[in-house]
């Protein structure tokens, strides 16, 4: 019999059967630690780009996969996004910075509040995404979700989706920014991200929702992304100017 030193249950075996703490829980040493370090980066790569492949290639099975129950090769959602956004955030502020590319509309003295919306919505894309994320998550557990799933299960996969969508964002200001040298501040490029979110989006909901044979599948499916769409712009357009006149107002 051994004594957990994390939980202090007496049982046999390699784990806990109370906790799940290894049985064999070693001094901490230099090798103990150089060990640990070499699991985590395997670990992780195992389990976050695995994540990240399979919200790529197939995000609806995945999806359903997580919601199910196979949870322990997949990253958990938000630390999935939040690993994501971070890396995308540095990325772009390094690009941005050594290729000195800037929000023209910044460095005009006068500009109008449309303007000034525009520029603020640019530099804080990532912010303006969060309530995004939540209100498609609606519309797709409204339209084709309920009652099979519940609606922090659709936010749950959207956070998955919300989290690709960053890694994609990531290749594209590494290709467009450093490569091909484009201002990736640029009214285009910020096309072309829109663009790429509703088609990602379309993928996932598609890939998603067929397996499970709703009736009206297409019907549901198309207004739910156009939906999705026009909110989406509607919010984009709106959220900003909002802030800017709650900034006033203070
Ligand atoms: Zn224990």
């Known amino acids: 019999m051994i004594t957990c030193l994390n939980c202090g249950e007496s049982f046999e075996g390699n784990f806990c059967p109370n906790c799940g703490q290894k049985s064999t829980v070693q001094k901490i040493t230099v ?11 395997t670990h992780l790569e195992k389990g976050f780009l695995y994540t990240t492949w399979n919200f790529i290639i197939r995000p609806g099975q995945t999806s359903l996969n997580y919601l199910a129950g196979k949870r322990k090769k997949y990253q958990k959602p938000i630390s999935y996004f939040l690993i994501w956004t971070g890396i995308y955030i540095i990325i772009h502020n390094l690009v941005v910075n050594h290729y000195h590319y800037q929000l023209t509309e910044l460095s005009l003295v006068a500009y109008n509040l449309r303007d000034h919306a525009n520029a603020l919505l640019r530099k804080h894309f990532t912010l303006f995404l969060i309530p995004l994320v939540i209100v498609s998550s609606l519309i797709e557990y409204l339209l084709l979700g309920k009652p099979r799933f519940n609606f922090p299960e659709i936010v749950a996969v959207s956070i998955f989706g919300g989290g690709t969508y960053f890694m994609m964002l990531l290749v594209s200001d590494i290709l467009f920014g450093a490569v091909l040298k484009v201002d990736i501040l640029s009214t285009d490029v910020f096309l072309w991200q829109a663009i790429l979110s509703s088609l990602y989006n379309f993928w996932f909901s598609f890939d998603f929702f ?6 009206y ?13 026009l909110i989406g712009w509607v919010m984009l357009e709106y959220l900003p100017i909002a802030w800017i006149q709650l900034e006033n107002l203070i």
């Open 31 to 41: 090798p103990v630690l150089a060990e640990e370090t070499f699991h985590f980066f």
């Open 210 to 215: 067929k397996r499970i044979h709703l009736r």
């Open 217 to 229: 599948f297409w019907v549901r499916l198309i207004s739910g992304a156009m939906l999705t769409a």
